[in-house]
């Protein structure tokens, strides 16, 4: 939509502001800098260590965020490629994207005449993204890449120079943009005010501005393509920490050449997929989806910082453009413990049980702070971004040590630290915020994960010798899981006449008509009697309740009745009851500041599905378990990425329900799901539940 409004309105700036032949670019320091919807197509980056510290996206048809030398860290904004005849008609390259080889991807896009078709790898030798441009048209036309970086995270302080290469840098940070073919022309202005897409509001390029900045910087450098005699060409993005040692990286790339780079990038992810088991999977569609969802998770965790795998590549809705509720943007490029500990869970499931430790390593060594509790997210640095404390992910790696069978002396003294900590929480296992990360109170999920965590670890610990300090967890954990129904179970809510589990009490006591605000959706105080979700299911997949427990069967009744719907790619369910992190009813981005006749709706999640098979696992219907893998797989976009969210049936108008919203995507969590549900049918029990927790409770030993 900007880049309508922009070549529209703005030609009466183009007609107006003079070109001036070596002189600095006007209009600083240009709009403000934001980020890109977080719905990506595509996502990449070379298996290559420490050489290649660079990820791409892809989105709306063309590229999205980089990010260098990190993946906390975007450094650039979009690339994009505009096709003119120069004097009727200035188009966007925004092509249908598609994952033609492992994380390689293709896009192409139809316009005036003509057909461009980009492909896209990064070097693995260097910290480099080449695009590579096939492009044909009836007729002779002239071709422009507009190149907006965002370097070290922010992209109102950028200085840009043109010339050969299109160079821009901060204070910690430079890129440079080069071409195969060179650049016939280019310039260097402001967002809005003169970069290249107000420059081409009269379809020609009329603007040689050598630099500029610091402001919100956009380069512009036209390609020596025209559709008919040339018709190919390379472009190579290159990073480095001065100007110079970008434009050197760029250009080695280039001299390379692309088939070259994409073949080893192609033989970096053979080789790790080909040193993982397979299961047997019913459909090819099936099969593409786990293998994109293996290697998605593998490119999600930094190459500076082993361990840390970050939720997802981008900034959804207003954490990408609202500096009220993000003074500096980031989420969802952060590690959580809780996201984290989903991730590993899949990697372990698929046979990378160095990745599934690198992880707990990260955890420990990293996310635990002074006091034994894990941070509620951080940068992949290890600084924290949120510091709210949610009890499940300090009992995270309690859980993944136990599937690891981690007994070593460090790791037992850091869960010590943690088990410390969440024994001595006030109210425990009350917590500050249960894994939706906005509301405190007594969750049966958030318990479920201290118990379970608290059993695994005296299991740890009796093996190592320290039975005393076993039996003492142990013993805490039975007198919790003694009290979850006093807690969690409402006998005399709304939703059904039998009892139920709540989302969360505030107070313990299910019921009360306490009341509660839910935060982000405007529709005010609620009685927690009224609000289910189905994470209950937490008290089945890690072992404390069986699963034909007559309470656990009548929630599932009641989730199924306020929170499942059926869409086309399957039965999908909502996070809980009048949930409003979401789009608004027109589509239009979330964000916690709008005013408040506004509301925004919460959507349905995949993940859902997949801890919905593994109870059906546990509770004898495989064939169940087994739809819910193709749910999960059908909601795959064109470029096998797979959503936080899809639409539901109060969709806008044309958007069909069960895709993918403009919520985060590719979201790691939902990747390590499907592969878990995988794995968790081919072997006929859910991989991930702790045996030690089930004989314990579920009496299933």
Not at 8 to 21: D, E
Not at 74 to 88: C, I, N
Not at 572 to 588: C, I, K, N, P, V
Request: proline share 7%.
């Amino acid at each position: 939509m900007r880049t309508t409004v922009l070549l529209s309105v703005m030609a009466m700036v183009a007609t107006t502001t003079a070109a001036v032949p070596g002189g600095d670019a006007p209009g600083g320091p240009g709009e403000p800098a934001v980020y890109q919807p977080a719905d990506k197509q595509g996502f990449g980056t070379a298996n290559s260590g420490t050489a290649s510290p660079v990820w791409f996206t892809l989105g709306g048809g063309r590229m999205t965020e980089v990010f260098y030398p990190d993946l906390s860290t975007p450094a650039v904004r979009e690339l994009q490629l505009v096709v003119t005849d120069g004097k009727s008609f200035t188009e966007p390259v925004r092509g249908r994207t598609e994952q033609v080889g492992d994380l390689t991807f293709r896009q192409t896009a139809h316009g005036t005449g003509w057909t461009a078709v980009t492909t896209y790898v990064t070097d693995p030798r260097r910290a480099t993204v080449l695009v590579d441009l096939d492009f044909r048209s009836r007729e002779s036309l002239r071709v422009y890449a507009m190149y907006d970086p965002a370097l070290s995270r922010e992209g109102g302080d950028d200085t840009g120079s043109s010339g050969d290469a299109l160079v821009a840098s901060d204070g910690a940070a430079a890129s440079a943009l080069v071409a195969g073919r060179g650049f016939s022309a280019t310039s260097t202005g402001y967002l809005g005010t003169s970069d290249g897409w107000t420059d081409l509001a009269d379809h020609r390029m009329d603007w040689r501005y050598p630099k500029a900045g610091p402001g919100n910087v956009v380069q512009t450098g036209e390609l020596r393509v025209d559709g008919k005699r040339h018709r190919h060409d390379t472009l190579a993005l290159g990073f480095g920490p001065t100007r110079q040692s970008a434009v050197t990286t760029a250009r080695a790339s280039l001299s390379t050449g692309f088939a070259k780079v994409a073949a080893r990038y192609a033989k970096g992810w053979q080789d790790y997929v080909s040193g993982l088991r397979t299961p047997r999977l019913g459909s090819r569609h099936e099969r593409a989806v786990y293998r994109s969802s293996l290697l998605v998770l593998a490119a999600s965790e930094d190459k500076l910082h082993p361990g840390a795998y970050i939720a997802a590549p981008g900034f959804p809705w207003a954490f990408g453009f609202d500096r009220e509720i993000a003074p500096e943007f980031g989420s969802y490029a952060l590690v959580w413990p809780r996201d984290l500990y989903q991730i590993a869970t899949g990697l372990l499931a698929a046979g990378d049980t160095d990745g599934a430790n690198r992880s707990l390593d990260y955890m420990l060594n990293v996310q635990q702070q002074p006091d034994g509790h894990l941070a509620q997210n951080t940068r992949v640095t290890g600084e924290p971004y949120w510091t709210s404390v949610q009890l499940d992910e300090t009992a995270a790696p309690m859980l993944l040590a136990w599937l690891l069978d981690r007994t070593d002396e460090s790791t037992l003294d850091d869960l010590r630290r943690a088990a410390e900590f969440m024994v001595n929480y006030p109210d425990a296992p009350f917590t500050e915020q249960e894994r939706w990360e906005n509301q405190s109170g007594y969750s049966p999920a958030t318990i479920a994960s201290e118990i379970a965590g608290l059993v695994c670890l005296a299991d740890l610990l009796t093996r190592a010798g320290d039975t005393e300090t076993a039996e003492r967890y142990l013993a805490i954990a039975d007198e919790w899981a003694a009290k979850v129904e006093e807690w969690t179970v409402t006998e005399t809510g709304p939703l059904s006449p039998d009892p139920y589990y709540l989302r969360l009490t505030k107070d313990g006591n299910p019921n009360a008509g306490t009341t509660y605000n839910l935060g982000d959706n405007n529709v005010g105080e609620v009685d927690q009697r009224t609000v289910v979700d189905p994470s209950f299911l937490e008290l089945v997949r890690l072992g404390l309740r069986p699963a034909d427990d007559p309470v656990i069967r009548n929630t599932i009744a009641v989730v199924d009745k306020e929170l499942g719907e059926d869409t086309p790619a399957g039965r999908l369910w909502h996070r809980f009851t009048s949930d409003g992190y979401g789009e608004q009813a027109d589509g239009g981005p979330w964000n916690v500041n709008w005013p408040a006749p506004t509301r925004t709706y919460g959507r349905l999640w995949p993940i859902f599905a997949g801890e919905r098979g593994e109870y059906e696992l546990l509770a004898g219907d495989p064939a169940a378990a087994r739809t819910r893998l193709s749910t999960i797989a059908a909601t795959a976009n064109s470029g096998l990425m797979l959503p936080e969210q899809v639409w539901d049936n109060a969709a806008p108008p044309g958007i069909r329900p069960g895709t993918a919203t403009t919520s985060a995507t590719p979201l790691a969590w939902t990747h390590a799901q499907y592969i878990r549900l995988a794995w968790s049918l081919a072997e006929g029990h859910p991989v991930e539940r702790p045996s030690v927790v089930a004989c314990r409770y579920a009496k299933d030993c």
